[in-house]
């Protein structure tokens, strides 16, 4: 990877009486390393990315802890990692985006929950859920529910969260239940600071290894019949021993208000927006202290009976601050204090919606419909005021445009090696006709976007060939699946290639090769070009995939026997390519391998490089594409065909010509998709391409005087 977290890895380093500064997810990782964590692993995803990208960086310093680092292939290895914690007292924490990341894990972290730890084990999962979320809208907490997990929940606040890694570790092992640490989107991008403590570098580790495995011990399989004891542990002795610490320790706070009639229990990483809905009532300050009573559940399971009917008892009406549905927490409160006898009103979801994220906004509406019911004294009018107005400004808006606002769907970035494989795929289908598209995660989701429009289902990353294998046999034609390499190896190398070959499925897929897990920030792969590699090329701005065969290479091993490889930007080649798979006699599993580098790391690579020749004032040459906007007829079939951000439109100046021009705007990379899709669809002669020369030679100089010559013939000695 090419981003640097040097700035990050030097804050990890910091002790005793110095200060973090930084985003929450960053604080995590140094708190990890306070907390003596002996190993850590993942899979990368939003929003906890960045805490195994710093570690990996940071490499060097945890060899010096004895910390130990592991980019893992996919979350279902990084839950087995924990399987270390099972007999060992190491402390150790693995990170993914959930819930899809927990969904892979599942079958791990079932067989780890079920026998349980010794060491602390700790899943720091992103809980990719609301307004900024990129996954199908679920909940952690249901895992946690079904496998006896605890689930860590707190407030977001730097200090707070950094004392809650502590805290879960301490949990788990109190309990040897492993421990999730969930962090909702905005609790990983807070920022703030906190005072740091020494680093703890682990008592057992690569530095002080143990001499001796365990002794052999069945209660520690998750197999029959001892998993029936396990159940039985979980009930009997591991959620209670939680709940003594989470009382023994005072993890769940209570922030007493004026009144005591009235109060609300809110899940930790809920807090902050609560209290910025509160203010807009009147009803907490500026720093956050409340006129209501607030239980603030830092650990979200097990909830702690007492603790519920302590806090409940009395009052006239409590409001559960629950996101997300089913309302799990609403319900337990309710069994809770219907057991204990307890009459208080609870009221949940209703007053707030039972789906969707919990913003000020939405919070401060359903906080104004619990208040009308239970405290209609109270003066709302601040707070309905400004939702009033949030209305008006809606509505104006709207009438404003006439109609909704047109969709702004995301794009692959500008020179991005995946629009050209669509384009090729929209130009093969005026031969093949429509085809089933059996999509993936990754950047080229975004094909399902205009312009390219293309994909029937995504059931998961490295699934798409998996997905089409019932669709194939009921379709008339083949199917194509597509996938980048990233979701090749995550998992779709075996759920899919295998799987197809095995079968002896008559199937196409597409594998976009561009080197990295793009999507999740450009990590790292098995077939990621070698930095000796990157480092050697003469010519930086080079796509560099190719000099890495691992994947056609397992493709070749595993018996795929219908194998091409194609660049990306060869656009006429691609459709050729895909055309061929579609009407060739082999009835085998048909790979296409797509070669082009992601545009954002070969940018990367490019732009300093650049920066350099033009401070050494060497020459260098830049490509750029353009419109003769006297030839462009205006029909913009060629935004149709690429959707390139920097092809774009503007008025042509010819009152002969009444719809606008397209051009290419200077954020052009020159990756040459214009002057490909001009030649594979046959557009207008109107694209051309420049290169742009940076301190020319005196080949440069003299070749441009003959041609300025030339040219000044041709038009008749004009200039
Ligand atoms: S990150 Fe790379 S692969 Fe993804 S859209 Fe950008 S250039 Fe394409
Ligand atoms: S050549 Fe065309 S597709 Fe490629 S970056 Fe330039 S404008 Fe975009």
């Known amino acids: 990877m090419e981003v640097s977290f040097s700035r990050e890895v030097g804050m990890l380093r910091r002790g005793n009486g110095e200060t973090f500064e930084g985003e929450g997810i960053l604080a995590i990782t140094k708190g990890l390393l306070e907390a003596g964590v002996a190993y850590v692993g993942g899979y990368q995803g939003a929003p906890v990315s960045h805490l195994l990208d710093v570690l990996v960086q940071a490499k060097d310093y945890l060899a010096e802890l004895g910390v130990h680092v592991e980019a893992c292939s996919n979350e279902a290895s990084a839950a087995a990692m924990l399987g270390a914690s099972i007999h060992y007292p190491l402390r150790g924490a693995v990170t993914w985006k959930s819930i899809v990341g927990t969904n892979v894990a599942a079958d791990a972290l079932s067989n780890l929950a079920s026998p349980g730890v010794t060491g602390g084990a700790l899943i720091i999962v992103g809980e990719d859920y609301g307004e900024g979320a990129s996954v199908i809208q679920e909940r952690t907490l249901a895992f946690a529910l079904k496998s006896t997990l605890v689930l860590v929940d707190p407030r977001p606040d730097l200090a707070h969260m950094v004392r809650f890694v502590e805290e879960a570790f301490g949990l788990s092992e109190a309990s040897n239940m492993p421990a999730i640490l969930q ?43 001892v998993t029936f004891r396990h159940e039985k542990l979980k009930a009997d002795e591991r959620l209670p021993a939680a709940r003594r610490r989470i009382v023994e320790r005072a993890l769940n706070e209570v922030f007493e208000g004026a009144r005591d009639d009235l109060g609300i229990v809110v899940l930790g990483g809920l807090h902050n927006s609560l209290v910025r809905a509160l203010a807009a009532f009147g009803l907490a300050d500026a720093f956050g202290a409340p006129a209501l009573p607030i239980f603030v559940l830092n650990v979200v399971h097990p909830l702690v009976p007492e603790e519920i009917v302590a806090f409940c008892r009395g009052k006239r009406a409590v409001l559960v601050v629950e996101e997300g549905q089913p309302e799990f927490v609403e319900q337990e409160i309710l069994a809770i204090l219907a057991r204990a006898g307890v009459d208080t009103a609870i009221e949940g ?31 709302r009018s601040g707070a309905d005021g400004w939702l009033a107005s949030v209305d008006a400004r809606r509505a104006e808006v709207t009438k404003a445009l006439g109609d909704p606002l047109p969709p702004r769907p995301p794009n692959f970035c500008i020179g991005c090696p995946e629009r050209p494989v669509f384009a090729a795929m929209k130009l093969a289908k005026q031969t093949i006709g429509p085809i089933h598209v059996a999509a993936d995660i990754g950047c080229h989701s975004f094909a399902t976007f205009e312009p390219f ?47 197809a070959l095995f079968n002896g499925d008559d199937a196409v897929l597409l594998i976009l090769k561009n080197g990295y897990t793009s999507a999740t920030g450009t990590q790292e792969i098995i077939s990621t070009p070698d930095e000796e590699v990157k480092a050697a090329a003469a010519d930086k701005t080079r796509s560099l995939v190719h000099d890495n065969q691992v994947i056609e290479r397992m493709l070749e091993g595993m018996g795929v026997r219908w194998l091409r490889t194609v660049d990306s930007y060869r656009v006429d080649e691609m459709r050729a390519t895909v055309e061929e798979a579609f009407t060739t006699d082999f009835a085998g599993l048909k790979v296409i391998v797509a070669e082009g580098e992601c545009q954002l790391e070969r940018q990367r690579r490019v732009k300093p490089w650049r920066a350099g020749l033009e401070r050494e004032r060497r020459r260098h040459v830049r490509v750029k594409y353009g419109v003769d906007e006297d030839v462009c007829s205006g029909d913009h079939s060629c935004i149709r065909l690429s959707g390139c951000p920097t092809l774009s439109v503007k008025d042509s100046g010819d009152p002969l010509k009444v719809d606008p021009v397209a051009t290419v705007l200077d954020g052009c990379v020159g990756c040459g998709l214009c002057g490909e899709n001009a030649h594979a669809a046959t ?18 100089r003299a070749l441009a005087a003959v041609r300025g010559a030339f040219g000044r013939m041709l038009r008749g000695g004009r200039a």
């Open 349 to 379: 979801k209703g007053p707030l919606p039972m789906a969707g994220e919990y913003t000020v906004e939405a919070l401060a509406r359903g906080l104004s419909a619990f208040l009308a019911r239970h405290a209609p004294e109270l003066d």
């Open 453 to 499: 429009s293309q994909g029937h289902s995504i059931l998961g990353y490295g699934m798409s060939l998996a997905s089409r294998a019932g669709v194939s046999p009921a379709m008339g034609k083949r199917v194509i699946a597509v996938m980048g390499d990233g979701g090749f190896w995550h998992n779709g190398v075996v759920t899919g290639v295998q799987s």
């Open 183 to 225: 962090l909702r989107i905005r609790a990983c991008h807070v920022r703030g600071r906190f005072a740091t403590r020494d680093n703890v570098a682990p008592a057992v580790s690569a530095l002080r290894p143990l001499a001796e495995p365990a002794a052999f011990d069945y209660t520690r399989l998750s197999h029959p019949p």
């Open 683 to 700: 557009l207008c002669p109107s694209f051309y391409r420049a290169e742009v020369i940076r301190h020319p030679n005196w080949r440069d």
